[in-house]
């Protein structure tokens, strides 16, 4: 292929990515960095220590609901990668089926189940046991999270364990290891790269989400998501909105590079 047919096939993605990507941060970093006349101005980033609880409160969340993603995710991935080929197929299709319903009805479904005279409670009730408050408070907010995201470590972390070589795990029993040594020294660095790939896939929409917190959370938990869009939605600052923005992008890069530098740095030690 020479460098005119070349470009001619990578003009329209560069286009589009001009016009959807670049142009877009563009924009943002513009009003981040200037005042409402239009100057360079830092003042919008000075503004950001204001919201410096609900940026570790947005940071905790995520943490909190990333580790129960992965902790739910490993088991299912490991068993549904142990069974056959057919029956995978089908588990894999129940896991995915969530994330083919719009996200707001899913949280809303959840909103059912939750409220003081939803599901749980009249089941509860009905069995003589006292309701209990599970609607609008933190562990609502991060199992939102956890329901919305978890698919999306499952899969990852599915896909490095059905390409695993289990015969290293056979060595180390041939070795004497107990089943924790395998765990620990053998399934871990094996499965590396997924569990990477799933925390990557989690953190990130978990620390940015705004619609979960408002809805589970009954407006009693603001994540950084819910201040950018009241920023733009109701306060119409711009420019402060565009600064909370830049700021929760650079952060998200920053965690993208931390986790492919370790994720490269673990699988050369792994070879």
């Known amino acids: ?19 959807f990507i670049i142009a877009p941060l563009a924009i943002v970093a513009y009003y981040a960095l200037t005042d409402a006349a239009g100057h360079f101005s830092l003042s919008n980033i000075t503004q950001l220590t204001l919201y410096t609880d609900t940026i570790f409160r947005s940071i905790w969340f995520g943490l909190v609901a990333t580790v129960l993603c ?33 996200f707001i009805l899913r949280t809303y479904a959840i909103m059912v189940l939750f409220e003081d005279t939803g599901i749980i409670n009249h089941a509860l009730q009905s069995i003589g046991l006292s309701p209990l408050h599970l609607i609008n408070t933190s562990g609502a907010v991060i199992f939102g999270m ?6 999306f470590m499952v899969l990852p972390l599915y896909t490095t364990m059905t390409k695993l070589d289990y015969k290293f795990i056979e060595a180390g029993r041939d070795l004497g290891a ?28 978990s620390v940015s989400t705004f619609y979960i917190s408002q809805k589970l959370g009954g407006g009693r938990y603001t994540l950084i998501g819910d201040v950018i869009e009241m920023q733009f939605q ?38």
Not at 146 to 151: A, E, H, I, L, Q
């Open 1 to 19: 292929m020479n460098n005119r047919t070349y470009n001619t096939i990578t003009a329209p993605y560069g286009l589009w990515m001009a016009v």
């Open 70 to 102: 992965l902790v739910t995710a490993y088991p299912l991935a490991y068993i549904f990668s142990k069974t056959k080929a057919s029956t995978q197929t089908v588990l894999v299709m129940l896991i995915m089926i969530p994330m083919w319903m719009n």
């Open 146 to 151: 956890v329901y919305n995201y978890v698919p």
């Open 178 to 205: 107990n089943g924790f040594q395998i765990f620990k020294d053998v399934m871990i660095p094996l499965t590396k790269p997924g569990i990477i790939s799933g925390v990557t896939m989690v953190f990130v929409p």
């Open 234 to 271: 109701t306060a119409y600052n711009y420019h402060l909105g565009a600064s909370i923005s830049l700021l929760l992008m650079i952060f998200i890069l920053v965690c993208l590079a931390v986790m492919n530098r370790f994720g490269d740095a673990e699988e050369g030690m792994v070879v």
